[in-house]
């Protein structure tokens, strides 16, 4: 059974910074890409950020280009996302989990869940302005 555990949000002032951390078990977490995502209250959820299986590679939605950035190890099956600069339209819950992600000629980035796809019960961003 795969359980996945976001932590690390909070209540935080425009220009402040949070560390999300994401422990996944069940899953070959090390062969996995892996994704941060939000949802906003009103709007869909959104891919954030992204990083392949061996951390070679990261993706960053436009809007958090420059502020944010996602690590992970693997040996301890944990996903990092590290948010500086926050901005309260960053306000939302944010999610982990595997993900799909790259960049198309003529479309940019795409981050998106995996087919198989596991969320956790995700963790709440507040940026006050």
């Known amino acids: 059974q795969v359980q996945v555990v976001e932590s690390g949000g909070g209540l935080v002032q425009a220009g402040g910074s949070l560390r999300l951390s994401c422990t996944v078990s069940?899953?070959?977490?090390?062969?996995?890409?892996m994704g941060w995502f939000r949802q906003a209250p009103g709007k869909e959820r959104e891919g954030v950020s992204c990083?392949?299986?061996?951390?070679?590679?990261?993706y960053f939605a436009d809007s958090v280009k420059g502020r944010f950035t996602i690590s992970r190890d693997n040996a301890k099956n944990t996903l990092v996302l590290q948010m500086n600069s926050l901005k309260p339209e960053d306000t939302a819950t944010y999610y982990c989990?595997?993900?799909?992600?790259?960049?198309?000629?003529?479309?940019?980035?795409?981050?998106?869940?995996?087919?198989?796809?596991?969320w956790g019960q995700g963790t709440q961003v507040t940026v006050s302005s």
């Open positions: 990083i392949s299986s061996s951390a070679t590679y990261t």
């Open positions: 069940g899953l070959n977490f090390a062969f996995r890409r």
């Open positions: 989990s595997t993900a799909s992600c790259g960049n198309l000629v003529g479309s940019g980035t795409y981050i998106r869940p995996d087919d198989d796809r596991y």
